[in-house]
């Protein structure tokens, strides 16, 4: 017995010849399988915009020095300067001019970083007023809202902080959306 299991495991069985009766099926076609769903998770993604621009931004603000939180405080800030458009990042930077109620004119430098799809931004700036005493600011936000925070030497409060709520009117990014 040991000696048929030897010979039958040495010896391969020799195929048949094909014939009517000895057809061999042909495998099966693999089963389809469905089409991947394209997901766009970047809308913006392949839009490749590159170019530099003239840039104008209006702010305007409502909030209060930590020095005296019980007295409102506002102001209105105006941004003219350059736009570099990489994809969906803007990055600007230009010179501001701001009038508020404890100052009649504040003039600065501000640079902003806006992620175009997502909405976020935010912006950093030195301040100069008329008197002259140097200010701080910084401000983070979404859309056309955000919150500041500055740091400066008031002639009547000496140097302190101050927090607003902010709405910002990107009007050139407003008139290259609306040139497509």
Known sequence: MLAQEAASQAAPAAPMPP?????VPSPAPP????????VALNPGAGIHERRTTWDANVEG???A?????????GFGRARLGVLHIRDSLYLSAGFTFEASDRIPATFGVQGEALHLETGFWFQTGALLDVRPRPGFMASVGWSVLGFEFQ??????????AAVYGKLRIPVRIIALALER
């Open 151 to 160: 740091y400066r030497d008031y002639e009547t409060l000496g140097p302190t």
């Open 61 to 63: 603000a409502f909030g």
């Open 65 to 73: 020095t930590l020095a005296t939180p019980a007295r409102a405080s």
């Open 19 to 23: 014939g009517p009766a000895s057809v």
């Open 31 to 38: 089963s389809p399988t469905p089409a991947a769903a394209v």
